[in-house]
């Protein structure tokens, strides 16, 4: 089994780069999706949540208050960074838990998707890194088409991600998203491919 981080900023397309890498047998592991669930389900997460945050984020019937946590971290780096140190180190406590299950099953491949993955430090986490990047006008276009969201809303979001060219660099492996679907599954085909090479 060989493990890989997949990256990407706002609308690069790398949730569909995981899909192909899906349809060739990859497991993926969505690292936001299973903040979210901690941050809901998990007893621990809970209760450092409610320490560092206080009781109001939660609610009466026990969900988490998204908007007064936002509130609260929005614009303060250090409320950012205090969530962020409860939240992670519980996302790759579940991450190396599905790498040994991974192992257990003889998977090839498992996919860590995340969109802050060297930000958060989950590259340390996987044996290989792989950047989805894509001109910037064609990811406007495409979140503002999938998403209820304005094109200067989608920029903020950028600003706050790393630039492109930093992924560039970083990763191991780059998939420019600069064509059709059919030239992104290609590439992601090509990178699936040399990632296994590298295991044997
Ligand atoms: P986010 O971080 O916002 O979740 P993402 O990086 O996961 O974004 P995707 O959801 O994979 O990006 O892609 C954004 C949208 O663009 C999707 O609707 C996807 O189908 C579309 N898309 C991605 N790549 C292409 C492409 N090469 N041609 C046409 N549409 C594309």
Redesign the pocket.
């Known amino acids: 089994m060989i493990s890989l981080g997949v990256t ?12 192909f890498l899906e349809e060739q047998g990859a497991r993926v592991f969505y690292a936001d999706l299973e903040a979210k669930r901690l941050m809901q389900e998990d007893e621990a997460v809970r209760s450092q949540i409610v320490d560092a945050f206080g009781e109001s984020a939660y609610r009466e019937d026990g969900s988490l208050h998204r908007a007064y946590l936002a509130d609260r971290v929005f614009g303060h780096p250090d409320a950012v960074e205090r969530l962020n140190a409860i939240v992670h180190p519980a996302v790759f406590r579940s991450f190396r838990a599905a790498a040994e299950r991974a192992r257990e099953e003889d998977l090839s491949l498992l996919v860590h ?1 995340a ?1 802050l993955l060297f930000e958060a430090g989950g590259d340390a986490h996987v044996d290989r890194t792989c950047a ?1 990047v ?1 001109p910037d006008e ?2 406007i276009a ?2 503002t ?3 209820d969201v304005t094109a200067a809303q989608v920029r903020a ?1 950028m600003q706050h991600q790393w630039p492109q060219d930093d992924l560039r660099e970083r990763a191991d492996y780059v998939i420019e ?5 059919d ?2 599954r290609t590439k992601t085909l090509d990178v699936y491919w040399a990632v296994l090479d590298e295991r044997s």
Do not use: P, W
């Open positions: 990407g900023g706002i609308g690069s397309g790398k949730t569909t780069v995981c899909g998707e969109a989805v894509a064609d990811r495409r979140v088409e999938r998403d979001r998203n600069d064509g059709s679907l030239d992104l």
